[in-house]
């Protein structure tokens, strides 16, 4: 694999962006221009990060300081929110299964939306098209109104209140856009690469798998991301799916403190922090792909 | 883009060497779709197919069964039909959802309205700029783009959280600050426009990262030749950007506009968690409104299947219109 994309002539895009940058042509900005870029910029970034940044620091206030009014930005730090969430409720199993679940369909995504992104991409077959309009059309589908229907074939097939439930569940949602996303990066990959490798008696699946995924990295770890978090912070099938206390997954577990009335503010903080950090994790890995891995999908959609 | 190109077979094949032929030429890719296709089908078009046939009945959660079985006492199971079994009530969901008899479709339609179409728009406009001066070389360039992109990674239900709680009428922040410099707390959620208004922000704070970061992708598709030469030729920035920018982002753009609409006229968990259609029901969109008209107590199957098959046409409509429109100009996709 790795040797693979040593090879002298790669066509792919390339995934260190600085490369492609518009650099400035008249010599050096201007220092008004400057101040006003960095400071647009830093003025988004802070919107950005703000929210979270609160979230945060609010996670290590005690209660009260949390369901008091004046602003503080730190106030008698603790620890006793996440010692709460930690250690007072299930958190741990909520947490393992959902890196299970997240975990899988992120591997099985990867899996089947590559090897149909690629058929979408180097084959001319019967339903090539319907299937791309398929993928399309899934996208429309407002979840709330499929439960009920596939509620009863989990239940069916005996899947209720199982983990394996909700990956197939979710790989309903993530595969078709991240097949759709690879078939556009597939198709940015010069065929002649194909060409070469099937003149070199390759298969069709030999090709797909030495020469075509080492190439699609970006992509995939793009496409990785996308669907490790749509799995990671779905509530509504989770709550359909799943019944029992050691079966729930983080985002529906967490639910239970937001009761209807009076919110526990201070321990909803600290989960919410526990929560996000592995996402963030995937998505520090993911980012230095993010656009390298989106370019060829979103052009060609 | 193809290296596997049909060519006919000769007329006087018959069907079966026509099939056996069209096997032989495709059975890889078929092989490659299929376990896609096979869980799409059991998952999506099952569903599909069972709730449009479920819009013309009655069923809900309490008529399902045909005959109510109650064990009897030697063990043995006893079945009669229910008196109240659902039945075919032909196109009655839709008239009672149309006219507005059961839930308010066309104040939830036109609320969804105005929540996608600021949603998106500032999705991309927002997305477009950031990408725009993003885009340059400059220091702190990786920061910006990971902070920037970092709404991206918080699961929507924590940031629904995080919002509702920095409008949070006595707690939050946003009062906070507005006390400070002297003006009176805003109850965020006992207003329509307000309670949207807070929908909608932290819709917008949760998809410009997308729209940035596929823009930003698109930007570096663009040859920068063409920049180089337009500038010796004195094109203005502005010029270059509404000249040689925006064409090149316009296949980008298209997608990603019409993946957005969809994405957001179909957001559930941000109006379902921070408003929680308040007040009164008045910042309830399609998606949740049908939801809580169908599933808050007796669950009702069949008007939920009816308020999905509607919302699936709206969405259907608009893809072909808005596919038609660029075709029209000129646009091959």
Partial sequence: MAQMTTTPPIAAPKNDAPARVNKPRRGRRSMGASIALHGTLILASLIAIGPILWVVLSSFKPGYAVQSTEI??????????????????????????????????????????????????????????????????????????????????????????????????????????????LKGYFDSIPTSLDEAAALDGCSPFRIFWRVILPLARPAIAVTGFYAFLTAWGEVAYASAFIQTDDKYTLAYGLQQFVPQFNPQWEYLTAAAVLVTIPAGIVFLFAQKHLVSGLTAGGTKG | MSTVTADAAPPSAGLSTKLRRSWDKHWT???????????????????????????????????????????????????KENPNAWSFVGLDNYINVLTGRIGEFWQWTGTTL????????????????????????MRLRGLYRVLLVLPWAVPAFISAFAWKFLFNEQLGLVNSVLNSIGIDSVAWFANKSTALFVAIITNIWLGVPFMMVALLGGMQSIPEELYESAEIDGATPWQRFRNITLPGLRPVSMTVILLGTIWTFNMFPIIFLVTEGQPAGATEILVTGAFRAAFEG??????ASTYGVLILSILLIFSVFYRRVLRKQGEVW
Wanted: hydrophobic letters at 55%; glycine letters at 6%; a negative charge.
């Fill in chain 1, 72 to 181: 503080t930005l730190i106030k008698d730090p603790t620890f006793a929110n996440y010692e709460y969430v930690l250690f007072e409720t299930n958190f741990p199993e909520w947490f393992l299964n959902s890196v299970i679940v997240a975990s899988l369909t992120m591997l099985v995504g990867i899996f089947f939306s590559a090897t149909t992104g690629y058929a979408l991409s180097r084959f001319n077959f019967p339903g090539r098209r319907s299937l791309m309009m398929v993928f399309l059309v899934t996208q429309m589908f407002p979840i709330s109104i499929l439960i009920v229907p596939i509620y009863t074939i989990m239940s069916n097939l005996g899947l209720i209140n199982t983990l394996p439930s909700l990956v197939i569940a979710y790989l309903t949602i993530a595969v078709p856009f991240c097949a759709w996303m």
């Fill in chain 2, 29 to 79: 890719a078929w092989a490659m779709v299929v376990p896609v296709v096979a869980v799409l089908a059991v998952l999506i078009f099952y569903p599909l197919a069972n709730g449009i046939w479920l819009t013309f009945t009655d069923q809900t959660e309490a008529n399902q069964l045909a005959e109510i079985c109650t064990k009897s006492i030697t063990g043995g199971e006893v079945c």
């Fill in chain 2, 114 to 137: 105005i929540w996608t179409f600021f949603g998106v728009a500032f999705h991309y406009g927002l997305g477009l700029g950031l990408a725009v001066m993003i885009h340059r070389e």
């Fill in chain 2, 298 to 303: 007796i669950r009702n199957y069949s008007l």
